[in-house]
């Protein structure tokens, strides 16, 4: 079992920034891919970044250019680090975990509201 528990989330103006932390209860070296997801209102939740435990990344393209992932193993946490914020970008975000056999993992959630 994989628990995970999100923070970070906020307000902020459009153009501002705000880093989302996943915390981890297992070592990210157990898990085979991190995301982070996000499910704005009215519509399905997407992927918006991952990372796989080789350390590769992928972006939705609407976020490409603007938000990070990364991750600290010592801490057991992932990070998305989300600059030049945009209204679109407001969301309830969440971390997922997906084990080596497949099985997924959900935190939940924590909220990004991007307005002036």
């Known amino acids: 079992q994989v628990q995970l528990v999100e923070s970070g989330g906020g307000s902020v103006q459009p153009g501002g920034s705000l880093r989302l932390a996943c915390a981890t209860s297992?070592?990210?070296?157990?898990?085979?891919?991190m995301g982070w997801h996000r499910q704005a209102p009215g519509k399905e939740r997407e992927l918006v970044a991952s990372l796989s435990s080789l350390g590769s990344t992928d972006y939705v393209d609407s976020v490409k250019g603007r938000f990070t992932i990364s991750r600290d193993n010592a801490k057991n946490t992932v990070y998305l680090q989300m600059n030049s914020l945009k209204p679109e970008d407001t969301a309830v975000y969440y971390c997922?975990?997906?084990?080596?056999?497949?099985?997924?993992?959900w935190g939940k959630g924590t909220l990004v509201t991007v307005s002036s």
């Open positions: 297992v070592s990210i070296s157990r898990i085979n891919v």
């Open positions: 997922k975990a997906r084990s080596f056999l497949g099985t997924d993992y």
